[in-house]
């Protein structure tokens, strides 16, 4: 063994001279060094006496029990592991599950060609859809602006009201009590009561009037009896 390790330096020192004689670029001495002095550790690899766990054991534990570990030892020790090929190859349903994997990461070219189209043909309806609800929305466009304005100028218009008549109820409070009345005090809740009160009444005087003159003009007219 010493012998070839020795034999074996020499060879690899005397192409490394070899090669500095034949080219003029300098090596350094350290590489020469390096490379005579390699020494690779040896696989160890005990095939007289492979380990082959015990798969009845209690103390093997369970990744040495999977099939995965047989094809690991039977690639190392072959058939001193003593474990049958043909239990290596896969079942029937793991044949299945590749063949799936396959059809589905790798698919045939019709099958690539025909989910491209589905595909295209996907994202045209899709921008179709689009359009025609870009132009539907557009052809909304002008009413909903006008509804848009109607509605900002009824907010106006009642902000405005309710303004008025929060400055009419001040007025009238001021009229009433001789004095400014906060308009947060009972004092001016109450006459604001009262005040919706009396509109209330007046309202439902003024439907029940205009439903009887309703009634009045509807009514049939009774001719006069003829005179004997």
């Known amino acids: 063994m010493a012998v070839s390790v020795l034999s074996w330096r020499t060879a690899v020192f005397c192409r490394s001279l070899k090669g500095i004689s034949s080219s003029k670029a300098v090596i350094p001495v350290h590489s020469l060094l ?97 359009e025609k609800l870009i132009a539907a929305n557009m052809a909304k466009m002008p009413k909903m602006i006008a509804d848009w304005r109607r509605e900002k100028r009824e907010s106006k218009l009642k902000l405005k009201e309710e303004r008025s008549r929060r400055e009419m109820l001040l007025a009238e409070a001021k009229a009433r009590f001789g004095f400014a009345v906060d308009p947060r005090s009972p004092k001016f809740l109450q006459m604001v009561a009262e005040i919706e009160k ?24 009774t001719p006069p009896a003829a005179s004997s």
């Open 198 to 221: 009396e509109e209330k009444k007046k309202r439902k005087i003024m439907k029940r009037r205009v439903r009887e003159e309703q009634r009045g003009a509807t009514a049939p007219v």
């Open 34 to 130: 390096q490379t005579a002095s390699y020494n690779p550790k040896p696989l160890r690899l005990n095939l007289r006496d492979p380990y082959i766990p015990d798969k009845n054991s209690e103390k093997t534990p369970e990744w040495q029990r999977t099939a995965r570990y047989d094809g690991k030892l039977f690639g190392r020790y072959g058939s001193a592991s003593g474990i049958e090929p043909a239990s290596l190859w896969p079942s029937h349903e793991q044949l299945d599950r590749v063949v799936a994997e396959e059809n589905e990461w790798h698919p045939p070219i019709e099958v690539m060609l025909k989910n491209i189209k589905a595909k295209q043909r996907e994202e045209t309806e899709k921008c179709l859809a689009k």
